[in-house]
């Protein structure tokens, strides 16, 4: 049992949830030391949303909202510590939702889908083909879903799978605290915040854009913009950590 008067309770909660999910095959070892690398990019940006992240929020419900196939394509860490914050964001933005895997195995598929299924998300199914441009299972996807997806939220996704989906032409948004990572760098919209914080707020603004702000705000915002900013925010708390 956590405390919820320990000072660290939201991040120890999710560990305890991570662990509990990697022992069931939901969650891999390589996740665990992801989600780690997370959490120390969430202490440089003071585990809060910044206004950046805000506004990189509001924008990434825009492109949703203004998208004609929107998709969010889900892992296990994302299935783990956010399964319940997905079935509201899927009905308001419209999304398909799709299981994606680095280290694919049927079994962790039907393990997720049914995961996500009982947090009442609708989650794609069919036999996935090899057509995205990269080597072994990472090219596997949907025909239908990510596919024919022209805008793909992939929240934790690495650099290497966000940099063929932009090859593709798609618009890509990702959810990453390290505003130094490849993926960071090579999405559209990077949203730098902490998962569980972030899609509530995607969801909130949904419900709230209308259709002229949402087409404008997707027409005109400058990821570097929202890059620079985490970095500065960082700068600024490492300038006065001591104080
Ligand atoms: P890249 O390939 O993009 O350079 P990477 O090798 O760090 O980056 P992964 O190891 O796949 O990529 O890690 C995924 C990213 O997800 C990490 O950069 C980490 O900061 C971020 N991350 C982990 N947990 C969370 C979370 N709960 N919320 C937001 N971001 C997270």
Not at 2 to 21: C, F, K, T
Not at 94 to 99: L, M, T
Not at 136 to 142: E, G, S, T, V, Y
Not at 175 to 198: C, G, K, M, Q
Request: some cysteine.
């Amino acid at each position: 049992m956590i405390p919820p008067d320990h000072p660290r309770y939201r991040s120890l909660v999710a560990r305890e949830r991570l662990a509990q999910y990697a022992a069931s095959g939901i969650v891999t070892l390589e996740g665990l030391t992801a989600h780690g690398r997370g959490e120390a990019f969430d202490y440089l940006i003071g585990e809060k949303t910044t206004i950046s992240a805000l506004q990189a929020e509001k924008t990434a419900a825009a492109l949703l909202l203004s998208a004609e196939r929107p998709l969010i394509s889900v892992n296990g860490n994302t299935a783990a510590l956010a399964a319940d914050l997905l079935a509201p964001l899927q009905e308001k933005s419209g999304a398909r939702v799709e299981v994606n895997l680095f280290h694919r195995s049927e079994e962790r598929i039907r393990k997720i889908g049914s995961l996500l299924a009982d947090a009442g998300v609708r989650v794609e199914e069919g036999v996935a083909e090899r057509l995205l441009p990269l080597s072994h299972d990472r090219a596997l996807c949907l025909r239908h879903g990510i596919y024919a997806a022209d805008v793909v939220l992939v929240p934790l996704e690495d650099g290497d799978r966000c940099a063929a989906l932009r090859a593709m032409g798609k618009t890509i948004i990702a959810i990453d605290l390290n505003p130094l990572s490849r993926t960071a760098r090579t999405a559209s919209l990077t949203i730098v915040d902490e998962l569980t914080r972030a899609l509530p707020h995607i969801t909130d603004f949904c419900t709230t854009l209308s259709r002229d702000e949402a087409g404008r705000l997707a027409a005109s915002f400058d990821n570097r913009w929202f890059l620079s900013q985490a970095l500065e925010e960082i700068q600024e708390r490492l300038s006065h950590a001591l104080d």
